[in-house]
């Protein structure tokens, strides 16, 4: 009898445990361990004064604002991503390849230099400062201009998501709407829509997580007014510089379950509708 | 009330998928675009349908200019392929969709929809199927609730690109006698792309045989079969 032929994909074991061990520890070392941290360091000096750092006004300002940001630039980011998205989709047009990579150009270009573009565009020595500011309007150091940052950076993620499931979906199901008589825009509703709904949440949670997350952008624009202009992670660094740790791991464990919320409700969409956004993560 | 096509043209960015083609049909009548794969067939059905726009070239039918028509107003049912059922709704939403879609002043009652929506169940011969979701029913089924989709609509022409394509030949040859039947009932103008002669010959009035973006031949099917006009039909033919 001959020898059993290994199977010609099948590593030997002391590969896959080692490179399972790296695996591990790294995510260990790397991630948890600074995650845990967070919370221990958060709550080292009790839960007390955890919560007292939470009530400060400065901080509660500071997170009302992140969520007001976020309130404003996610839904945008929907309809910008959706209108992208379904252009894209579903009508043939010159320079397509070209929108598809320009939505990309948040993910590929640093935020501090989002940042700094925007300065050069709404800042007093910029194109349009001067001319706003004779209108009373403020973008730079003010809610306008963190919502702009916001909305820059976190752009591609709802885009992202759709465009290659409404590609892979086709335009079948739309044409068949069209020669029922259906609109425009009964079309979007009753069709296209139920269709991607899972994969959009799911574009809408990134988005959303990455909005309340953002500093670099963020931090150029915003001008670190306490109380006023500071955005969640732009009180974490303030507080942290001075020497205000109880507080800063305090807004840092906040930020810190905000992510892991995500990442919960993340898990449970790819396990509940796996296949429906298979096709996006196929590509 | 005839069907006029007139030296219908199309490119898709240089190439030429239609180079004019024209066929006559009454009022009523079964046409088969019959032809290989590439000839132009599905090309001329979309725009039929309204889902293309022709370059030039005219079509009446019913005493209107056709092509100046956006889709959704044509009134013409159209039967894909593949399908293109609703994924996310049941067979019963499916076939309503082009009611429940009317402008309120036109769009029957709930109760009218459900009814209507019963009755086409049973001209596909598919009856009680209403609270399935097309994942659940089988090729044959699929396009049989796809046919009654496209008549729910009362539509005045009906359009179908290889409807029967991805189906065995025991439930093709099943669903082209229940298609004429349909048709006969209805009294729609019916438009049947196919490359497969046999089925083109058995089910329609006339038959148009097209190669490369023409209409080589267009008659009866007797005199198709009898009088080949050109080399290519009769070599078509004879496979
Ligand atoms: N959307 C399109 N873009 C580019 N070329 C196309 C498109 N649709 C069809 N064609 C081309 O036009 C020709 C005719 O296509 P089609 O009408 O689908 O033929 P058939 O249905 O007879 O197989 C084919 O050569 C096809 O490649
Ligand atoms: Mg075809």
Redesign the pocket.
């Known amino acids: 009898m001959s020898r059993r032929l290994a199977n010609p994909t099948e590593d030997p074991l002391w590969l896959k445990l080692t490179l399972g061990i790296i695996a591990v520890g790294f995510i260990a070392i790397m991630l948890l361990l600074p995650l845990v941290l967070v919370f221990k360091e958060a709550l080292a000096s009790g839960v007390k004064t955890f919560f007292s750092a939470m009530v400060e006004p400065d901080t509660l300002a500071a997170v009302k604002l992140s969520l007001l940001a976020a309130a404003i630039a996610v839904p945008l980011n929907t309809v910008f991503g959706i209108a992208a998205a379904w252009s894209i989709a579903k009508f043939d047009f010159r320079g397509k390849t070209f929108l598809v990579t320009l939505i990309d150009l948040p993910f590929s270009v640093s935020p501090v230099v989002a940042g700094l573009v925007y300065v050069l565009v709404f800042g007093m020595q910029g194109w349009l400062g001067p001319t706003l500011a004779g209108y009373d309007i403020r973008i730079l150091f003010s809610l306008p201009g963190i919502v702009l940052a916001t909305i820059f950076v976190t752009f591609p993620f709802v885009a992202r998501e759709l465009i290659p499931l409404m590609v892979d979906q086709g335009r079948d199901e739309e044409e068949a709407a069209a020669t029922l008589g259906a609109s425009g825009f009964q079309t979007f509703l009753r069709v296209t829509l139920p269709n991607i709904k899972w994969g959009l949440l799911y574009g809408i949670l990134l988005c959303n997580a990455r909005a309340l997350g953002e500093f670099g952008a963020v931090s150029v624009l915003s001008g670190h007014i306490r109380g006023q202009t500071n955005t969640m992670p732009l009180h974490v660094q303030l507080l942290y510089d001075n020497y205000d740790y109880a507080g800063a791991f305090a807004v840092a464990a906040l930020l810190a379950m905000l992510a892991l919320l995500t990442l919960a409700l993340k898990s449970f969409l790819e396990w509940r509708y796996a296949d429906e956004l298979a096709a996006s993560h196929r590509h | 009330m005839s069907l006029v096509v007139d030296s219908v043209t199309k490119k898709?960015?240089r190439?030429p998928?239609l180079k004019g083609a024209s066929f006559v049909a009454p009022q009523g009548a079964f046409v088969s675009l019959l032809?290989p794969?590439?000839?132009?067939?599905?090309?001329?059905l979309r725009i039929l349908g309204g889902l293309e726009v022709a370059d030039s070239g005219s079509v009446r039918f019913a005493d209107l200019n056709w092509l100046d028509m956006p889709a959704r107003t044509r009134n013409a049912g159209f039967v894909f392929q593949q399908y293109a059922l609703f994924k996310h709704m049941t067979v019963a939403d499916n076939i309503a969709f082009g009611l429940k879609v009317r402008p309120r002043d036109r769009r029957p009652s709930r109760a009218d929809i459900a009814k209507r929506v019963t009755e086409l169940l049973a001209l596909v011969q598919l009856p009680g199927l209403e609270a399935r979701y097309p994942s659940q029913l089988s090729g044959g089924q699929r396009q049989r609730v796809a046919l009654a989709r496209a008549l729910a609509i009362d539509p005045r022409m009906l359009l179908l690109d290889e409807p029967f394509g991805a189906l065995d030949a025991k439930v093709r040859k099943e669903l082209r006698a229940d298609l004429r039947r349909i048709h006969d009932h209805a009294g729609v103008t019916t438009v049947f792309?196919t490359h497969d002669q046999e089925e083109a010959f058995a089910v329609a009035d006339l038959v148009a045989v097209?190669k490369d973006?023409r209409i080589e031949q267009y008659g009866t099917p007797q005199d198709v079969r009898r009088d080949p006009k050109t080399a290519f039909v009769s070599e078509f033919l004879s496979v």
């Open positions: 898709f960015a190439f998928a032809g794969s590439g000839s132009g067939k599905t090309t001329l792309v097209m973006g």
